[in-house]
């Protein structure tokens, strides 16, 4: 049989461990809180930089058509010329 001294023990060292469990658990949940935090606002940093982006793409000159048009533009008057006139 185990004597009260024993049990009495067992049992405060038995609360200690739960404590120390339950510092645990609080710890990392605190921890999962702010790694949830910090994932929010990496994800509205990369929205409002892919609308950034979208912008900027709106934006920028039509490189390609340009050049389209120019050569078209260089043939028309290579041709008017080519006729004589």
């Known amino acids: 049989m185990v004597s009260s001294g024993q049990a009495e023990g067992v049992a ?3 609360e200690r461990l ?3 469990v339950e510092v645990g ?3 990392t949940r605190g921890d999962l809180a702010l ?3 910090r994932a929010d606002q990496t ?3 990369l929205s409002e930089h892919d609308d950034r982006l979208d912008a900027l793409e709106r934006a920028r000159w039509p490189l390609p058509a340009i050049a389209a048009l120019t050569s078209c533009a260089a043939l028309a008057v290579s041709v008017w010329q080519g006729t004589g006139h």
Do not use: C
């Open 12 to 14: 405060i060292e038995l």
């Open 18 to 20: 739960r404590r120390s």
């Open 25 to 27: 658990f609080a710890t």
């Open 35 to 37: 790694l949830l935090q």
């Open 43 to 45: 994800d509205k940093t």
